[in-house]
Antibody
Framework: DVQLQESGPGLVKPSQSLSLTCSVT?????????WNWIRQFPGNKLEWMGY???????NYNPSLKNRISITRDTSKNQFFLKLNSVTTEDTATYYC??????????WGQGTLVTVSA | DIVMTQSHKFMSTSVGDRVSITCKAS??????VAWYQQKPGQSPKLLIY???TRHTGVPDRFTGSGSGTDYTLTISSVQAEDLALYYC?????????FGGGTKLEIK
């Protein structure tokens, strides 16, 4: 069965970049589907951030403007999130998830990232 | 962006009751609505997609319905383990958007 696991720093300073890794087992990220980042703010609001597809194309939430980049390493079966110029409003639990027909059937366990000086 | 509105932030119910959680889209999303359950300390789990199709392994007490802009998740006989947050999400267009969530409390 497919499994996803997020990893990365739990604390980032304001104005710096947030970088997270999603490691995927049980399915090749180049075989199909869309590989997403979703975050959940304190208070539980969920926000879809964007995806990298099996063919390497991207789709990002316009609300993140030019701050976001999702890339991948196919040799390691991993994909990555980079969010630039973070503020305290980027404090959230970050999830990676696999999408099929736009719905998220498989999620990682999530990783809390706090933005603080 | 399509706004998904769950008007009830909290709902209180008893074991064995039938409960319906509603979600309204800001425009017609042509049944492209999913429902998720999130228990404390866990990631969300997909229950329903295309408004009424149960995901693999989801108990049949969970039923989705709706069309146009109005959608409902019904739990026919609530169990204690159904204590959770429930979210709707539209998969009609990007950016994908979620409702604010409804917390189901068991009396």
């Amino acid at each position: 069965d497919v499994q996803l696991q997020e990893s990365g720093p739990g604390l980032v300073k304001p104005s710096q970049s947030l970088s997270l890794t999603c490691s995927v087992t049980g399915y090749s990220i180049t075989s199909g589907y869309y590989w997403n980042w979703i975050r959940q703010f304190p208070g539980n609001k969920l926000e879809w951030m964007g995806y990298i597809s099996y063919d390497g194309s991207n789709n990002y939430n316009p609300s993140l403007k030019n701050r976001i980049s999702i890339t991948r390493d196919t040799s390691k079966n991993q994909f990555f999130l980079k969010l630039n110029s973070v503020t305290t409003e980027d404090t959230a639990t970050y999830y990676c998830a696999r999408a099929e027909t736009g719905t998220f059937a498989y999620w990682g366990q999530g990783t809390l990232v706090t933005v603080s000086a | 962006d399509i706004v998904m509105t769950q008007s009830h932030k909290f709902m209180s119910t008893s074991v064995g009751d039938r409960v319906s959680i509603t979600c309204k889209a800001s425009q017609d999303v042509s049944t492209a609505v999913a429902w998720y359950q999130q228990k404390p300390g866990q990631s969300p789990k997909l229950l329903i997609y295309w408004a009424s199709t149960r995901h693999t392994g989801v108990p049949d007490r969970f039923t989705g319905s709706g069309s146009g802009t109005d959608y409902t998740l019904t739990i026919s006989s609530v169990q204690a383990e159904d204590l959770a947050l429930y979210y709707c999400q539209q998969h009609y267009s990007t950016p994908r958007t979620f409702g604010g969530g409804t917390k189901l409390e068991i009396k």
